[in-house]
């Protein structure tokens, strides 16, 4: 059981993902534990590699593999997605339900003290934040989404939303456009700077239980409404002995 202990393992589920990468090089020089999850053997070595400490081979369609995961962890960073699929029109079984929802349910039971999920802007009421021809072909994801989040809004565990516009390869920009309520920013973001808002929000007090839309400065589409400030912890994001010399 993790709820009452100081945070010190973090389970990156989706660690094999682009975003995953990224938070597992953010987290690398941290004093957090780090546990990663994929659900390919073929990966193991290249996590290891780049910082895991600990790699599950998990599929989150299967709870007992979600149990797995998050057992002793105390913060739960969710990058999951779909890969190119007919299901991100059509739905269905997908794992932005399916399997996010087996590790909110696992995380409950573990007690962990904080969920991060990497939702998209165009889930709930961010739908105007997404281009109607985009919203179509990606509708079922988006559905999926829309009832992961309510699951853990539900869930009673301390959790973070965000919701990033569309994801891009470049390198950290540092600067992060966060909106709130749904009508807020609109545009794209690199997943490093989604990593960095990710790794840090559990240390955040400004971040508690809310549901934030980022994308860069640099990415803004169209006049950004209902922007909030948000004091991110960015200093969690180094090591101890690194913290006490700044
Ligand atoms: N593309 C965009 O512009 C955009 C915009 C906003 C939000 N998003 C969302 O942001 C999130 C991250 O996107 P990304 O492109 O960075 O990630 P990604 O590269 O698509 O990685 C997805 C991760 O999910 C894992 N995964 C998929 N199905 C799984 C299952 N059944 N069990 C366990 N793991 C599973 C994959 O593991 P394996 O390596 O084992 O396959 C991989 O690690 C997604 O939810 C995406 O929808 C995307």
């Known amino acids: 059981m993790a709820g009452s202990r100081t945070p010190d393992r973090v389970l990156i589920a989706g660690a094999s993902g682009a975003t995953g990468q990224e938070l597992l090089s953010v987290l690398r020089p941290t004093d957090l534990a780090v546990r990663a999850t994929t659900r390919s053997y073929a990966n193991v070595d290249t996590l290891e590699r780049h910082g895991a400490d600990e790699v599950l081979v998990a599929d989150f369609f299967e709870s007992a593999d979600a149990v797995a995961a998050v057992e002793d962890c105390d913060i739960v960073c969710c990058a999951l997605g779909t890969p190119p699929s007919f299901r991100h029109v059509t739905g269905g079984k997908l794992v932005d339900r399916t399997g996010v929802v087996n590790l909110v349910t696992a995380a409950v039971a573990e007690e962990v003290s904080h969920f991060v999920f990497e939702s998209a802007i165009g889930v709930g009421n961010s739908k105007a934040g997404m281009p109607f021809p985009a919203r179509l072909v990606v509708r079922g994801s988006l559905s999926a989404k829309r009832d992961a989040e309510t699951a853990l809004r539900r869930s009673g565990l301390q959790y973070t939303i965000v919701r990033p516009g569309r994801l891009t390869n470049e390198p950290p920009t540092g600067e992060v456009v966060v909106g ?4 807020s920013v609109s545009g794209s973001i690199p997943r490093a700077d989604v990593a960095r808002v990710m790794a840090a929000a559990p240390f955040t007090p ?11 400065r640099d990415g803004l589409s169209g006049t950004p409404t209902n922007v909030v400030s948000v004091d991110w912890a960015d200093d969690r994001l180094t090591a101890a002995g690194e913290r006490r010399r700044l």
Do not use: M
């Open 206 to 216: 400004d971040a508690r239980n809310r549901t934030l839309e980022v994308v860069s």
């Open 180 to 183: 709130e309520g749904g009508d």
